[in-house]
């Protein structure tokens, strides 16, 4: 079975951002190179959908949608909604979709704290150490946090970050019409996707830059 894949493509840069497994979305300049990337790093991203419990057989990569993106892209984030973001949320795929978030996390843990908090620079001589990557990836998350109606106020102590992502989780884990109801904020695919993202970009950057 081939893995559905869909592009968001910038005015410079193309994201290659897997349907199936939410997350798993690399980056490059051709939509070949994205889709090249994204299969590079099928190992990696096996780790987080094995420690979700998930079995991980993707398949070969088919492009099934095509979105235009922008300068959120070309800047290196995912920032385009595809229709399909917008269709109901069954039970199965909710579940699954809420283990990969806590698989992440669990797994962005682990490689933080065997990190040391001096990083290698990037090559511009660019990049957050280890500590500010994490408070990053915590403060990016409360602001995720918001477009799916989860609201906490900045926390500073381990409590407040475990709370805040329970309750995203349970967000995640369920089943969903359309979300939000009044049509605000992000559909729970789409911020599912962005969440899960950001932690594992976050999880193999500080990967590669350990010095």
């Known amino acids: 079975m081939n893995h559905r894949v869909y592009l968001e493509i910038g005015p410079k840069r193309v994201f290659a951002c ?25 190992p990696r991203f096996r780790v987080i959908a094995e420690r979700a419990g998930l079995e991980f057989a993707p398949g070969e990569p088919e492009v099934v949608a095509r979105v235009q993106g922008d300068s959120t892209t070309d800047f290196g984030a995912i920032s385009a909604i595809p229709d399909f973001d917008r269709e109901p949320v069954e039970a199965p795929e909710a579940a699954r979709t809420a283990a990969l978030a806590r698989a992440a996390w669990a797994v962005f843990a682990e490689v933080a704290a065997a990190s040391p908090e001096e990083l290698r620079k990037g090559p511009r001589g660019g990049g957050r150490d280890r500590d500010k990557m994490v408070s990053h990836v915590v403060e990016a998350e409360r602001a995720y946090a918001r477009k799916i109606g989860v609201r906490h106020k900045p926390f500073k102590d381990e409590a407040g970050l475990v ?49």
């Open 163 to 211: 709370a805040m992502r329970a309750d995203i989780a349970r967000a995640l884990e369920r089943p969903a019409e359309a979300f939000p109801p009044g049509g605000e904020g992000w559909p729970v695919r789409y911020a599912a996707r962005r969440i899960v993202w950001h932690v594992a970009d976050h999880i193999w950057e500080m990967q590669d830059r350990r010095l």
């Open 18 to 42: 897997s349907i199936d497994w939410p997350g798993w979305c690399r980056i490059g300049k051709t939509e070949e190179a994205a889709l090249g990337t994204l299969v590079d790093y099928t």
